[in-house]
């Protein structure tokens, strides 16, 4: 079988025209007919027999409905033959003058309607009345006639139409005699017609058979595959050699059990284990002397991974799965190791885990912030409880500051250090508090060296004699609350010492050991890293909060139109670039601006003090809003096209009141809108063109002017107040209208801003504050008519007298006689230098105030130039004059020309020149 298998496998060769040159078919019946497997082989002797079987049981059945049919026609003919020969009249037609005649059509008839070959009638003599088909059968017909005068006689004979059954009857008077013969004859193929119809269904039922035993074979052949895994007879029995082989030479011990809990299989191992009595098979699990709780989860399958358990002075680790999902019957299998050897390792393995864990944990939770107290706090957190009872951090001072430590830090006789955390498992432990100044290393065994920074370990503290007399009570009471050991290890980054950490451990706990140490070593050294990088970055922050805070306005300046209050809030993480200021302007307006910056740190801080000074430059020239925005864009756009670090962006609304109409101007760059808040308490956001942020260029800007009853408060406000990392600036708008609304409708400036924070920065958690907010309050006044004086003058220079002596009639009327005359002077020169070189409306205004100011406005806009005139010069002396009269003095252009302006104190000393003149 073997060399035919491998004569069939090899085939014939490329080119011979063999089946297998012919295709696919041929090749997977040859791997078909080459099946290794015993369910292959099964398979095929089981087909093979079926094809047999059927085969067999058709022939027979085909044979039988032959033999079947041949005797059907013996029936046919003989039943025929003799009713013929009976039937009356027959004997009274062969007596008939012309039998033909009479019998031609009765023998057609009967041949037809009776499915025979023919109907032949024969005198007694062999005269054929009707004869038979001419030929053999004729004469084979009329050689039966003799034999079958006694009776009817059926032969078979053969012919060229094939095998014909006849049988011949003799037909009798009515006395006996002999009147003739009548044959009939049919062929096989005539009398077979019910048996052809049988044939379809008796073929369709085997085909069915067939086709069902096929099936039936080839479930059984997916079933045995299945249990045999495809394998071959040599295989199955190389692999239960090789399973019996392993099973007993495996250092694990498997047991297997039935689902009724009784043991299917117990190798050798097992059975040392779990010291089994000999003979296992077959008896329930309950009986083998196991511990109970081992022998319940044996009988019970529960499922289990590497559960330990006593038996004997063994630890076995016991994994146990059930067999019933993985194809096999209801019950499980048991594995069982011994692990005694295995625990001790095993213990210093999990505790090596758990410190890397604890090492990778402290990289996460310690540093998550910049701030140096918090820092130290998440070192001692992360300590307790997973690695000792108790955690101190000490730091230097200059460290908490943001400082560079002492050098002389870390040695036995370098400055104090101040507790800055602590964490233990209890309350209660007499440990320094958080923020007392304690000797650095306090925990430093005397004796070793002095300028030691690295760990030191005190395994028991009690047998530290040196220790306790240097820490006297509070060495005892340590010792009396129960901590026993500790290690203090240096907080070193960069080589500088930044401070010290502790670890203590009480009587209940492990005293610290070697591994400990070391352990403590690198998480101090990792924590140190995060410690100073807060310490840098504090140092960083306080330079640019100082700075920042350096170039904001440290006091408003003294003026009466407006009640102001602001707030500023540095963000918690990085110094920004927010600013604001009050500008005094001439005619007794104010300017408010609020201004921020993008970005966080020094250059941040920078860039604001730059652009707070060209703000108070361009305010100097009194420029509109929006032209003053527009100036202010130009140069951010000139300094970021200078090279080096540009400006990458800012924002700005610059707001001018004038008192005496109530009219405020204001023009935004990208600035969030600002506030009106209005004297009855209702608050609305001002509709102004926004304008594009400052140094973006391209499109001008636009003021608007707002007309602001008195009492209105103005908020404005910069995008750290509305908006951050909790919230979205939508909602910030909403929090500060809110804000606004329930604040005192008569509330002081003071008032609205505590209001306002407490809605929006306050109500947010502090850590969440990742921008600094600016907010700006002010409140109106007006100057009352009283306070304001206008004259009209003509292009008359003998009008200047006039107009100088009702000024110094309502100085009079203000109570100031002292300024009259450095008014006079004052005006005489204003006035007649708009009548020479001015053109019309010429009008002089006082506005008493804090200040006295004097406006002379024409309708020209040619500006007066201070200059130092020679001694020998007539004229050009008389704004010099204007100047040292003054506090200081100015020209602004408005729509319609230009006003100059010059401001008086009202508390100024003797004038000098008038005490000149004995005046």
Not at 51 to 62: F, P, Y
Not at 318 to 325: G, L, S
Not at 400 to 425: F, I, K, N, W, Y
Not at 462 to 481: H, N, P
């Amino acid at each position: 079988m073997d060399a035919e298998h491998d004569r069939v496998a090899e085939g014939p060769r490329a080119g011979s025209g063999g089946p297998a040159a012919r295709g696919t078919p041929w090749r997977r019946l040859r791997s078909w007919l080459a099946a290794r497997s015993i369910a292959g082989r099964v398979f095929l002797w089981l087909l093979l027999a079926m094809v047999l079987l059927v085969s067999a049981v058709a022939t027979a059945l085909t044979l039988q409905i032959q033999h079947h049919v041949l005797a059907d026609a013996r029936e046919h003919t003989t039943s025929a033959a003799a009713a013929l020969a009976h039937s009356p009249g027959m004997a009274a037609a062969l007596d008939s003058p012309d039998p033909t005649a009479q019998l031609q059509p009765v023998a057609e008839q009967i041949r037809t309607s009776g499915g025979l070959f023919y109907v032949a009638f024969y005198s007694p003599t062999g005269v054929g009345y009707v004869p038979g088909p001419p030929g053999t059968i004729d004469q084979h017909l009329r050689g039966t006639l003799q034999q079958a005068a006694a009776g009817p006689r059926t032969t078979t004979f053969g012919t060229p139409r094939g095998t014909v059954v006849n049988t011949t009857a003799p037909v009798t008077r009515a006395d006996g005699s002999l009147a003739g013969y009548t044959s009939v004859g049919i062929t096989p193929e005539q009398a077979s017609q019910v048996a052809n119809q049988q044939l379809p269904v008796l073929f369709t039922g085997a085909a069915a058979a067939l086709v069902l035993g096929v099936l039936g074979i080839a479930l059984v052949r997916r079933r045995l595959r299945r249990q045999t895994h495809g394998l071959g007879p040599e295989e199955m029995t190389r692999m239960y050699e090789h399973h019996d082989a392993v099973l007993h030479a495996v250092r694990e011990g498997v047991l297997i059990v039935g689902g009724d809990a009784r043991v299917l299989l117990a190798n050798d191992e097992a059975r040392r284990l779990l010291e089994l009595p000999p003979e296992v098979e077959g008896r329930p699990v309950s009986a083998l002397g196991l511990a109970p709780e081992l022998a319940e989860q044996l009988a019970a399958g529960r499922e289990a991974t590497d559960e330990v358990h006593l038996v004997g002075d063994r630890l076995l680790a016991v994994n146990i799965r059930p067999t019933a999902p993985f194809g096999g019957q209801p019950g499980s299998v048991v594995t069982v190791r011994d692990t005694t050897e295995l625990s001790a390792l095993t213990g210093r393995a999990e505790q090596a885990k758990a410190r890397l864990q604890l090492l990778y944990d402290a990289g996460l939770r310690v540093g998550t912030t910049l701030d140096i107290t918090r820092t130290a706090q998440e070192l001692a957190d992360i300590a307790v409880p997973r690695f000792a009872d108790f955690a101190t951090v000490e730091l230097a001072d200059p460290v908490l500051r943001g400082d560079e430590p002492s050098p002389d830090t870390g040695r036995a006789d370098g400055p104090q250090v101040r507790r800055t955390a602590l964490r233990g498992t209890s309350a209660d432990a007499p440990l320094y508090p958080v923020g007392t100044q304690i000797s650095f290393l306090p925990t430093v065994l005397p004796g070793s060296d002095p300028d030691a920074v690295s760990a030191v370990l005190t395994a028991d503290l009690r047998e530290a004699r040196r220790w306790r007399s240097r820490y006297g009570a509070d060495a005892e009471l340590l010792l009396g609350y129960g901590i026993r050991s500790l290690i203090s290890a240096p907080l070193q980054a960069r080589g500088v010492v930044l401070g010290v950490v502790s670890f203590w451990r009480t009587a209940g706990t492990e005293p610290f050991d070697e591994d400990d140490l070391s352990f403590a070593t690198e998480l101090a050294a990792r924590a140190a890293i995060s410690i100073d990088n807060a310490r840098r970055y504090t140092r960083e922050h306080r330079t640019a909060e100082t700075l920042q805070r350096s170039l904001l306005p440290h006091d408003l300046p003294a003026q009466s139109p407006l009640d102001l209050a602001y707030r500023y809030l540095p963000a918690t993480q990085g110094v920004g670039g927010d600013w604001f200021d009050v500008i005094p302007l001439s005619g007794l307006r104010v300017a408010l601006v609020v201004g921020d910056v993008v970005g966080h740190g020094l250059h941040a801080a920078a860039t604001m003090g730059r652009l707070r000074t060209a703000v108070l430059n361009f305010s100097a020239l009194d420029l509109p809003p929006d032209e003053l925005i527009a100036r202010l864009d130009e140069l951010v756009i000139r300094l970021d096209q200078g090279g080096g670090t540009g400006i990458t962006g800012a924002t700005c609304v610059y707001a001018v009141y004038d008192p005496v109409s109530g009219d405020c101007d204001i023009a935004l760059a990208g600035h969030p809108p600002p506030v009106l808040l209005g004297p009855d308490g209702g608050a609305q956001f001002v509709e102004l063109p926004a304008g594009l942020p400052l140094g973006v260029g391209g499109l001008p800007f636009e003021s608007t002017r707002l007309s602001l009853p008195v009492g209105t408060r103005l908020v404005l406000y910069t995008d750290g107040l509305v908006a951050g990392r909790h919230r979205g600036i939508g909602d910030g708008l909403t929090a500060l209208r809110d804000g606004l609304a329930a604040a005192p409708v008569h509330g002081s400036p003071e008032d609205i801003c505590e209001a306002v924070l407490g809605a929006t920065v306050r109500a947010a958690p502090p850590a969440q504050q990742s921008d600094d907010a600016t907010l700006l309050v002010a409140r109106t006044h007006r100057l009352a008519p009283s306070q304001v004086a206008v004259w009209e003058v003509p292009s008359d220079p003998a009008a200047v007298s006039r107009v100088r002596s009702e000024c110094v009639d309502r100085l009079t009327e203000w109570g100031l006689e002292p300024l009259a005359f450095t008014t006079e002077l004052l005006l005489s020169e204003l006035i007649t230098n708009a009548i020479r070189y001015g053109t019309q409306p010429i009008t002089v205004r006082l506005l008493r105030d804090h200040t006295l100011v004097c406006e002379v406005a024409d309708g020209s806009s040619t500006a007066p130039h201070l200059r130092y005139a020679a001694t020998t010069d007539e004229g050009g002396r008389g704004l010099f004059l204007v100047a040292q009269l003054t506090q200081r003095w100015g020209t602004r252009y408005t729509d319609r020309g230009k006003i100059i302006w010059a401001e008086q104190s009202l508390t100024a000393a003797p004038d000098p020149f008038r005490d000149a003149l004995n005046l």
